[in-house]
């Protein structure tokens, strides 16, 4: 039997992809390599890093592609521009980001992880001329937390009990966030009037820190609530409590390759490599664990997303 490698460097049928329905129009049998240079982009913070790693690593190894290093662009409006005008190849977007900040701006909550994919695929395809690959069953989607003993005072477990405690007035916290998570549509304002406690914002002492900061801040008594994501190693380091987001105001965030519609016109062989990366990251341990060998042992990033790639046969 061939390993998935060589079928992917053969341009056989797709590998690791069967039951997911999310081929983005993938056939059976994939085109041969064509020369070209892809570059593969990525947000600032470790999982984004990472996932585009494993993109690049899988294209070397799979493809006669040129893959160049754009890592560690930009935020999700840099990285989507990029893409569209073609400046990189692609970047990992999460579903629940580009149905509710990408152009056009979806207010409608899809809570099917599959059916929210299948939404974002269309309006790329259609809206953008760019295509989205497999999505990772995983979801990496935002969430407050707190210490538990701030939980306990307060009795704040889940956003509604938030919202009635800042709502009667008490709003001598301190809650910390990434500056892009304060204006997004699907961030602060939105949660806030979703939950009803928009019109007490003004009254909340909020403080802008680098995302992968958050966790720390909280547990050194730098801040009582925070926003962070759901995949992050560092909620189980500090022990910190998730509050509940009882009334399901975030969507799932399944990553997956959007690419620009002319370099994967221009380079069919990037398919197969790069459908087969997201249904190995089948749950949140493993991009947890993952995410781990980053942010809380400091190792490369590359290094950790080509030892990934290996274990599962795509390199």
Not at 15 to 25: K, L, N, Q, S, Y
Not at 206 to 223: D, E, H
Request: proline residues 6%; charged residues 20%; aromatic residues 8%.
């Amino acid at each position: 039997m061939r390993t998935r490698r060589e079928l992917l460097q053969a341009g056989g049928a797709a590998v690791g992809v069967t039951g997911m329905g999310a081929t983005a129009g993938c056939t059976s049998v994939f085109g041969a390599t064509r020369s070209g240079t892809v570059k593969v982009s990525s947000a600032r913070y470790p999982e984004s890093i990472l996932l585009s790693y494993m993109a690049l690593e899988s294209l070397r190894a799979n493809t006669d592609l040129t893959v160049i290093d754009e890592t560690a662009l930009g935020g999700t409006p840099m990285n989507f521009r990029a893409t569209k005008d073609g400046e990189v190849g692609f970047y990992w977007m999460y579903t629940g980001g580009a149905w509710t900040t990408l152009p056009p701006i979806k207010d409608r909550v899809i809570a099917d992880p599959e059916k929210l994919y299948r939404a974002v695929e269309r309006k790329m395809q259609r809206e953008h001329d760019l295509v989205y690959l497999n999505r990772a069953p995983y979801n990496n989607t935002y969430i407050l937390v707190t210490t538990p003993e701030w939980a306990k005072e307060t009795g704040v477990r889940t956003m509604s009990e938030f919202a009635k405690h800042v709502n009667e007035g008490n709003t001598d916290f301190t809650t910390v966030m990434g500056p892009e998570f304060r204006t997004r549509p699907d961030g602060w304002p939105g949660l806030a009037a979703h939950y009803g406690f928009d019109k007490s914002l003004e009254t909340l002492n909020i403080r802008s820190v680098g995302p992968s900061l958050t966790y720390q801040v909280i547990a050194t008594s730098g801040a009582e609530v925070g926003v962070g994501f759901s995949t992050n190693p560092n909620i189980g380091r500090y022990g910190l409590q998730t509050i509940e987001d009882d009334k399901r105001f975030f969507p799932p965030y399944n990553p997956a390759p959007l690419i620009n519609g002319e370099t994967m016109a221009e380079n069919p062989a990037m398919r197969a490599p790069l459908n087969a990366i997201g249904p190995t990251l089948d749950d949140t341990e493993t991009i947890m664990r993952l995410n781990g060998e980053v942010s809380l042992k400091n190792r490369s990033p590359q290094t950790v997303a080509r030892e990934h790639l290996r274990a599962v046969g795509l390199l």
